[in-house]
């Protein structure tokens, strides 16, 4: 089937705006993650959530940094009140935790530039 | 604390040749290991996933072993070609309460025609 999928690909934002940028993941995958990878810097974590629940939310920098999961599936994060340091490729990734391997699928990422 | 490492960070070889990509982590409690590529502008693309209890994984040109007692993992890639040009990424999930996984900072590799 299709892949995990985000919207959008591109976002350039003022500082001081807010963004939400999307997450679409795998059908049936019930585990979610979002990473942040700054230009010349490795993978952060942000976020884990299992189902609608985020069991870890220990890498979200700030308290600008918000994110939901509906339904299973859709999960948005949001940044307010965005400072250029946010600056990053946005990615999320998807597992099926019930294999018990949490193998990760990424999708394509936002690449968020604030002005 | 729980880190990740990979060395070299960058790395040239001909067409051809076989390499061996290193992944070190500082706590030998893991869950799995998983090998990524990352081509320029994309996201990223499984490779392989080692589980705790597993000693090596194969697919196709790529052989990824685990020594969790000495907190290392390889990744050999046979027959190099320069389709294989990427940067490699290594990712680990410590078993110590959490559900995220630490990425190690990647191997840039570039095979030559």
């Known amino acids: 089937g299709a892949g995990v999928s985000q919207s959008p690909s591109n976002k350039v934002t003022e500082k001081g705006k807010d963004v939400e940028l999307r997450c679409d993941p795998i059908?049936?995958?019930?585990?979610l993650y979002w990473y942040r990878q700054s230009l010349g810097q490795g993978l952060e974590f942000l976020i884990y959530f299992q189902g609608n629940s985020a069991p870890d939310k220990s890498g979200l920098p700030s308290d600008r940094f918000s994110a939901e999961r509906t339904g299973g599936s859709v999960s948005t994060l949001t940044i307010q009140r965005t400072q250029q340091e946010d600056s990053a490729v946005y990615l999320c990734?998807?597992?099926?935790?019930?294999?018990?391997?949490?193998?990760?699928?990424f999708g394509p990422g936002t690449r968020l530039t604030v002005t | 604390k729980q880190e990740v490492t990979q060395i070299p960070a960058a790395l040239s070889v001909p067409e051809g040749e076989n390499l061996v990509l290193n992944c070190s982590f500082t706590d030998s409690a893991i869950y799995n290991l998983q090998w990524f590529r990352q081509d320029p502008g994309k996201g990223l693309t499984s490779l392989l996933l080692i589980q705790s209890s597993q000693r090596e994984q194969t697919s196709g040109r790529l052989n990824a072993s685990l020594d969790k007692s000495s907190g290392r993992s390889t990744l050999y890639i046979a027959a190099s070609q320069p389709g294989d040009s990427a940067t490699y990424l290594c990712a680990v999930r410590f078993t110590s309460g959490t559900y995220k996984y630490i990425f190690g900072t990647g191997t840039r590799l570039k095979v030559l025609a």
């Open positions: 990734a998807s597992s099926f935790s019930g294999s018990r391997n949490y193998e990760q699928y």
């Open positions: 059908s049936g995958h019930t585990a």
